[in-house]
């Protein structure tokens, strides 16, 4: 499967940005997938997943009041929907896919399958 996100950019502090990352060659309907997010120097950090059924999304506990994850199975898009945005938001946001268990969804080594990224930037 291929992932291709989108929808970063740059807002000012409070803003809104939605993400999407969109699968080819393969259904999500197969993978976890989750979105990470990435500064310079620093680890990949989990922020969202949905599960392979698409009923059940998890978000990270530093953005849960502000970022929300959905997918629509019928486009074979996630979302991340990403609401009053802070500086340290600021960040490469990479989206992937696993056909690991849903209990390993926080660990960048779970998934096999990784998007481009997509640059977001917080700053007024």
């Known amino acids: 499967v291929q992932l291709q996100a989108s929808g970063g950019g740059l807002v000012q502090p409070g803003g809104s940005l939605r993400l999407s990352c969109t699968a080819s060659g393969g259904t999500l309907t197969r993978y976890v997938t989750g979105w990470f997010r990435q500064t310079p120097g620093e680890e990949r950090e989990f922020v969202a997943a949905v599960n392979k059924g698409g009923g059940l999304g998890n978000v990270a506990d530093a953005v849960k009041d502000r970022f929300t994850v959905s997918r629509n199975t019928a486009a074979n898009t996630v979302y991340l929907q990403m609401n009053s945005l802070k500086p340290e938001d600021t960040a490469l946001y990479y989206c992937?896919?696993?056909?690991?268990?849903?209990?390993?969804?926080?660990?960048?080594?779970?998934?096999?399958?990784w998007g481009q990224g997509t640059l977001v930037t917080v700053s007024s």
């Open positions: 992937a896919a696993t056909t690991a268990i849903w209990g390993a969804r926080g660990s960048p080594s779970s998934y096999y399958y």
